[in-house]
């Protein structure tokens, strides 16, 4: 494929309007990541208030998938794609991307979601796998498909492919694209893995057709690709010898969290000059001639200097067992006994290859349990800000972690934030939680967000004046009790 030449371009996600528009001159192009939510039918259906506006941009439009990755034993349902193909339709999208990653864990009634998008073992097992399910869901798709090459935080496994072996690997036997996400190269070689020009050497370039550059931030030790700051400097100095070397490029697209901008991480100008940078990359780049890479082996796997004598490879773990053991060691979740193929999973029956106890001693594994742990408390802060505060003024940071803790030991991860939203709801109304008028401003905030996405007003039912309290938990300040109860109604207008 000769993907047409798109330019420069950013994600697309509610809390970025700002960003859209201070640097519309230098947008070619915006890439939708479909926000979706649970139909009444058990389905998923597209957040029409989140995927309108973005289709109303007079803009050409890519759409990444963030849901339903292609990496895992877990084929992505073609009932579940139905949004996403909706998604490419409606836009009009010259190609489509998803995660080469897993985040469902089992089939069935047992199956439950990882709470992140978690690496595959690079097998040739698992190349068979992902190649088959990036075919099956080509075939549901009007247009190309690509995968995105994905972080890894964990330690190289003894036997495993290389990074670039194995995303070259599934990109030559599924026949697809590739949506080269830089950053995510960059992260795997400063935490010890391969090289980002060592696996860019193992890679058939002429298949990138899309480029991602993002920032990052450090945790436990470990480099994130959490989306909350501006591409260091080293991954634009490998930006300005990469993208002359990729014949077929049509993107390049820069990712920021909404949350960061939001919180003041990265200003809205910051982001604009990134912006400028691209395009300035980009422009370089489709003026030159093609050229090759000037690869030089990285500090991280250079050659020993006595040759290592030759070894039998280690065994691999069959994709389901790694599935398995990594998605309960990471969410902590119950093991359901009626499914033997999870319980093996955790349990590692006579330890067999040691799979559960080399995960549990990798040092990134408490920091993959603290990215989850990190997503589903953020769902709940930034959807209830007001909520939070309430339970912060009660009873401080342990309190907060302690009514996390308790909702988190009974209801694994979901998939999308509106889920794990209607789950804390679900469990917040179950009661048990002493403080007075928590559930009103929790119903004040759904209400709220009920009004802002189908433009119907609301009346909200309190027991204490509203306005003085929903003004002190603005203002940050402890709302003062009151003697007694009286009866309000506050009206919400779109």
């Not at 039918?41 to 890519?62: C, M, N, Q």
Request: net charge negative; proline share 10%.
């Amino acid at each position: 494929m000769h993907p047409p030449a798109l330019g420069v371009g950013i994600i697309h996600a509610p809390g970025l309007e700002a960003v859209l528009a201070a640097g519309a001159g230098l947008i070619d192009v915006v890439e939708i990541e479909p926000q979706l939510r649970r139909d009444p039918g058990g389905g998923y259906r597209l957040r029409e208030e989140v995927f309108g506006p973005a289709e109303r941009l007079e803009r050409p439009k890519l759409v990444h998938g963030v849901g339903f990755p292609v990496g895992g034993t877990q084929r992505p349902a073609e009932r579940d794609l139905a949004p996403y193909i909706e998604a490419v339709e409606r836009t009009g999208a010259p190609w489509a991307s998803e995660h080469l990653s897993f985040n469902q864990i089992g089939g069935g009634a047992s199956a439950y979601f990882g709470g992140f998008l978690l690496p595959p073992i690079q097998s040739p097992q698992a190349v068979r796998l992902a190649a088959a399910n990036i075919r099956a869901v080509r075939r549901l798709l009007p247009v190309p498909f690509a995968f995105e090459t994905g972080v890894n935080y964990l330690g190289r496994r003894p036997g495993e492919l290389t990074d670039g072996a194995f995303f070259g690997a599934v990109a030559e036997e599924a026949d697809c694209g590739i949506l080269l996400d830089l950053h995510n190269l960059w992260c795997n070689e400063r935490n010890g893995r391969q090289g980002v020009l060592d696996a860019l050497a193992e890679m058939p370039l002429e298949r990138v057709w899309e480029v991602h550059l993002a920032g990052g931030s450090e945790l436990d030790g470990i480099w994130l690709d959490a989306h909350s700051a501006v591409p260091p400097e080293p991954l634009y100095e490998l930006a300005e010898q990469i993208l002359p070397a990729l014949p077929n490029l049509g993107a390049v697209i820069f990712e920021i969290a909404p949350e960061a901008v939001g919180r003041r991480l990265v200003s809205v100008d910051a982001v604009v000059d990134q912006l400028r940078r691209l395009r300035t990359l980009w422009e370089q780049s489709r003026g030159a001639a093609p050229q090759a890479l000037r690869h030089r082996p990285s500090a991280t796997l250079a050659p020993a200097a006595t040759p290592a004598p030759e070894l039998p490879a280690p065994e691999l773990p069959d994709p389901a067992r790694w599935e398995s053991a990594l998605g309960a060691l990471t969410v902590r979740a119950p093991v359901p006994e009626s499914d033997p193929a999870v319980c093996a999973g955790i349990d590692d029956i006579g330890d067999g290859d040691g799979l559960r106890r080399a995960l549990s001693a990798d040092p990134a594994l408490p920091t993959l349990r603290r990215i989850v742990e990190s997503f589903r408390g953020g769902v709940i802060v930034n959807a209830l800000p007001l909520t939070f505060r309430m339970i912060m003024f009660s009873g401080g940071e342990p309190g907060f972690h302690a009514l996390m803790r308790g909702f988190w030991a009974g209801h694994p991860p979901c998939r999308f934030p509106p889920e794990e939203l209607d789950a804390f709801l679900g469990f917040l109304g179950a009661g048990g939680i002493p403080i007075p008028h928590l559930a009103e401003v929790t119903a004040y905030e759904m209400a709220v967000r009920r009004v802002r996405a189908t433009g119907v007003g609301e009346r909200v039912r309190f027991t204490r004046d509203p306005a003085t309290l929903l003004a002190d938990l603005r203002a940050f300040r402890a709302p003062p009790a009151v003697a007694e109860p009286a009866e309000y109604e506050l009206l919400i207008k779109p």
